[in-house]
């Protein structure tokens, strides 16, 4: 059964540029969330969207977007990158529309803004 | 919004040695707790997780945790720490009914000393 697969693994980009990250969730799962990860802020939530519904969102500016298609992979696209946007950005999977069901993370995409 | 909060955020315990990382929670309501482990350059894995029922949890790799709810905490333990342990561990809460949104504690780095 494959897992949660976030393409690409590493990115570069400047200052000022767009970027957009893709997951594909587990099959069937229904169900995505997105993290972001940095050593001074840790692990922060993103958005979460379950049957393409975005469903909450964290504190983050709109600078920051995400959605979700019908077979349930989700993207996320941040505009006008900022040095601070350099961070570990993980998408995690669940099966159902509550958090009893845990989530399963993929292994993420590192994004260095330059 | 739930908070939480991780004791320690380096332990160092020997081969063979109890792992005791501990968790704590705000929360009005019994939350869903979950324990994560994260590799070098990897995602998270679930460890365990509580959601109803009893209140020691058994996960993977030896590990188990136990929700208390006098103390809000759920705290994680291994009786006997392996090398393969070494890794960082995020406790994180969700309250039932709201969707799937993940807090995460800030981490605890585990070193095992051979």
């Known amino acids: 059964k494959a897992g949660v697969t976030q393409t690409p693994r590493y990115l570069i980009k400047t200052r000022g540029q767009q970027v957009t990250l893709s997951c594909s969730p587990i099959?069937?799962?229904?169900?995505v969330s997105w993290y972001q990860q940095t050593p001074g802020q840790g692990l922060q939530f993103l958005f979460e969207?379950?049957?393409?519904?975005?469903?909450n969102k964290g504190n983050f500016p709109g600078r920051f977007s995400g959605r979700q298609f019908s077979n349930s992979r989700s993207e996320m696209n941040v505009s006008t990158l900022e040095l601070g946007d350099s961070a570990l950005y993980l998408c995690?999977?669940?099966?159902?529309?509550?958090?009893?069901?845990?989530?399963?993370f993929g292994s993420g995409t590192r994004l260095t803004v330059v | 919004a739930q908070s939480v909060t991780q004791l320690g955020s380096h332990v160092s315990v020997s081969e063979g040695a109890l792992v005791l990382l501990r968790c704590n929670y705000s929360?009005?309501?019994?939350?869903?707790l979950f324990w994560y482990v994260q590799y070098p350059n990897q995602g998270l894995q679930l460890l365990l997780k509580?959601?109803?029922?009893?209140?020691l949890v058994k996960g993977i790799n030896g590990f188990e945790a136990e929700f208390k709810k006098s103390e809000t905490s759920f705290h994680l333990t291994k009786p006997s720490a392996h090398m393969s342990d070494a890794a960082e561990y995020f406790c994180?809460?969700?309250?039932?009914?709201?969707?799937?949104?993940?807090?995460f504690g800030t981490g605890t780095s585990l070193t095992v000393i051979p």
């Open positions: 995690a999977s669940s099966l159902g529309q509550f958090a009893n069901y845990g989530y399963t």
């Open positions: 099959s069937g799962h229904r169900s």
């Open positions: 969207y379950f049957s393409e519904t975005q469903r």
């Open positions: 929360s009005s309501v019994p939350p869903y």
């Open positions: 509580y959601t109803t029922g009893a209140t």
């Open positions: 994180a809460v969700s309250d039932p009914g709201t969707g799937n949104q993940f807090y």
